[in-house]
């Protein structure tokens, strides 16, 4: 009996062009299309104008899919599998099936296209010669402790996904794991009307969804060990003027001038990041107003 083929097939991330012709020819001749929710994907096959024969598959059904799975392979049908968007198997579900179809040496094939992750490291400006792909991180626990101390030892850069409802506490566990000053990279909606991307470090992206609360879809794309203590010599240099910081900050205020601008020239020349010199500036204007004054209370001459 000849055996079918199960083809792992890329769907977009959000912009319907980027359907490959060779992705949808499969998804055409398929005999079942196995997708993690039938709504979705039957939004993509109504627009891409197919009629296909489709079956949910996901984390929680899986296990009780694979005999039905295998018994069509095994009759010599070819079966595709899409995930909601993306590269099937990246940060979804296919990989039991994977094996499955591996051992039971039916033949296996992929087309390949859109990823959030590959996107997202293509404009991120950091080292894309060695990289980490690390998903969604452990949600708590000490399973997420371990896990960011890890990435904070890495010396390849790091691709995060995250859910925009989590997005500020990842930003702040990763600053609490001492890597405010580590360069990110943010890529939001990608593909889509308001993609965007940001460059800032931790600590700056951390205040920013502080104040602002992240909508869309994010990939993290985070500065390795390895290319932040590349950039040491510069900071080193700059210990000097960085002791000297509040000295600086104390010349500007004394010659007036907008807090975010004397943050942002403080920054440039002691290479901190401008949102480290702001809150410095915010310590010594409140130090500066509670110090007790000659003839207060706690100063009073005697
Ligand atoms: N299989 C997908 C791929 O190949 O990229 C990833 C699926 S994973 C369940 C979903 C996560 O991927 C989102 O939470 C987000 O972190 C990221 N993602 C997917 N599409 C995105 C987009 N258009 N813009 C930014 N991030 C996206």
Redesign the pocket.
């Known amino acids: 009996m000849t055996s079918g083929k199960l083809t792992l097939v ?1 769907t977009p ?2 912009n319907p062009e980027d359907m490959s012709p060779r992705a949808k020819k499969a998804l055409a001749m398929a005999d079942l299309v196995l997708c993690e929710d039938t709504r979705v994907t039957g939004l993509l096959l109504a627009e891409l104008g197919l009629k296909v024969n489709l079956l949910s598959y996901h984390e929680h059904n899986a296990e009780s899919r694979h005999p039905l799975i295998l018994e069509r392979l095994q009759a010599g049908e070819t079966v595709a599998l899409v ?10 579900p296919g990989e039991r099936l994977v094996r499955l179809v591996l051992a039971a040496g039916i033949p296996l094939s992929v087309i390949p296209g ?4 590959l ?2 490291l293509a404009a991120s400006g950091l080292d894309s010669s060695r990289f980490v792909f690390e ?2 991180l452990p949600a708590r626990g000490k399973e997420r402790r371990t896990r960011l101390t890890e990435l904070r030892d890495e010396p390849r850069s790091l691709i ?4 925009p409802h989590r997005l500020l506490r990842t930003l702040t566990d990763l600053a609490a794991t001492g890597l405010g000053e580590r360069k990110v990279s943010i ?6 009307k308001y ?1 965007e991307y940001l460059y800032l470090t931790v600590a700056e992206a951390k205040a920013l969804y502080t104040e602002t609360a992240p909508r ?4 993290l794309v985070l500065e390795g060990r390895a290319e932040f203590e590349s950039r040491q010599p510069i900071r080193e240099q700059n210990i000097v003027a960085a002791d000297n910081i509040d000295d600086l900050i104390r010349e500007r205020l004394a010659v007036g001038g907008r807090l975010r601008q004397i943050a942002q020239e403080v920054a440039e020349l002691t290479g901190r990041s401008a949102n480290t010199v702001y809150e410095r500036i915010l310590q010594l204007k409140k130090i500066k107003s509670e110090a007790p004054r000659l003839g207060d209370s706690d100063g009073r001459r005697q």
């Open positions: 890329a991330i959000g995930s909601d968007a993306g590269m099937p198997l990246i940060s979804d859109p990823n959030a992750a996107t997202a998903g969604f995060l996904y995250e859910a890529g939001r909606e990608l593909t889509k993609e869309g879809e994010f990939v």
